[in-house]
């Protein structure tokens, strides 16, 4: 918590093949933080992470976008909608993406 901040979303590059989002599970359970998960890349996943967002910016919980070097364009849009925001102190953002 003290090396990152609501504001900022936490970028996790990996090498193709490597998936570091049960990194973060186990981090929230062992936490006792709250954590919803999509996976990007589709309509539907677009929609899901969104109200995740949205809802865990004002609840404080954790958000994980897996996959999200399959939205490049949405990242754009995200990038506007985190500038407009005022999260909670304790939500967090991951996004894991493969290099």
Not at 34 to 62: N, P, Q, R, V
């Amino acid at each position: 918590d003290k090396d990152s901040k609501a504001s900022s979303p936490i970028m996790m590059v990996s090498v193709p093949g490597f998936d570091p989002s049960g990194k973060v599970t186990d981090l929230a359970q062992s936490t006792s933080k709250s954590l919803t998960s999509a996976a990007m890349g589709s309509e539907e996943g677009f929609a899901i992470a969104d109200k995740a967002i949205m809802a865990g910016s004002k609840a404080g919980t954790w958000v994980l976008l897996k996959n999200v070097h399959l939205a490049i364009k949405w990242l754009t849009e995200l990038e506007k909608k985190l500038y407009g925001m005022n999260p909670h102190q304790n939500f967090r953002l991951f996004l894991p993406m493969e290099f």
